[in-house]
């Protein structure tokens, strides 16, 4: 029998590498895509002008239709977008660590992250590893591979990509009603970013979607809690389709 795909998508200013604690074990069950979104990995550099769509154009071109598709971060919203305007490509949507609807205080937190990457990248690099990772058992290696991945990026390339992320929950938070397939939200319960209540918020908007918090978590949950994450995905999936 053949097995569903599952599709992946990183956050900014990562690549498809970051799934490697999920994808592994992921890869029993399901066919597993990864691809890196545009701007990030080996791609070219996201051009001047960048928006969601752009993003989501360059993602399909690596998505079997049907696929169950899980975004994380700002692939969640890539994510959000391909299931509003390609839904042949979406069985399922899951979005991961997912931001929805920012209100003025969180909008203007998440533009401030923006200016000081352009003011100084490597210490906004810096300061995003720690707002991931820190109080976590994540092993040191695996969080210097993140900061080698950040550290890799063009930085042009990043900021447009990043303004990205900080502006399109606005485009997007008025369609989120009229997304048609089964749906869930997962993040971490000590995601300071993308925290419990706009999982919540996210659940509410997306018709029937389901909301899962996972105790003891922070922004990273592919990587802090791979097992966890499967699960739900697993349990998920399999209310919708045979796996």
Not at 23 to 33: E, L, Q
Not at 88 to 115: F, K, Q
Not at 210 to 238: C, E, K, N, Y
Request: aromatic content about 4%; glycine content about 10%; some cysteine.
């Amino acid at each position: 029998m053949t097995r569903p795909t599952l599709v992946l998508l990183h956050g900014v200013g990562l690549d498809h590498t970051m799934w490697e604690p999920l994808a592994g074990p992921a890869a029993d069950r399901f066919t597993v895509v990864a691809p890196d979104l545009p701007g990030h990995g080996g791609g070219a550099p996201a051009p001047e002008g960048t928006a969601l769509a752009d993003l989501a154009r360059g993602a399909a071109a690596h998505i079997p239709a049907g696929s169950h598709v899980v975004g994380f971060s700002l692939g969640a919203l890539v994510a959000q977008y391909l299931a509003l305007h390609r839904p042949d490509l979406v069985a399922t949507l899951t979005s991961v660590s997912s931001v929805c609807r920012r209100t003025p205080g969180e909008r203007s937190a998440v533009l401030a992250r923006l200016d000081a990457a352009r003011a100084d990248f490597p210490a906004s690099a810096a300061a995003s590893l720690r707002r991931w990772y820190a109080d976590t058992d994540v092993d040191a290696e695996r969080v210097e591979r993140t900061g080698r991945t950040l550290l890799a990026n063009d930085v042009d390339s990043f900021l447009r990509c990043y303004r990205v992320f900080a502006t399109a929950d606005a485009e997007l938070g008025p369609e989120l009603g009229r997304i048609s397939v089964p749906a869930l939200a997962v993040t971490g319960e000590d995601d300071p970013g993308s925290t419990p209540e706009m999982t919540h918020r996210l659940a509410d908007a997306i018709p029937g979607c389901r909301a899962v918090v996972v105790p003891g978590a922070r922004h990273m949950l592919p990587v802090q809690r791979p097992g966890a994450l499967l699960d739900s995905l697993t349990d998920f999936i399999g209310d919708h389709a045979h796996v």
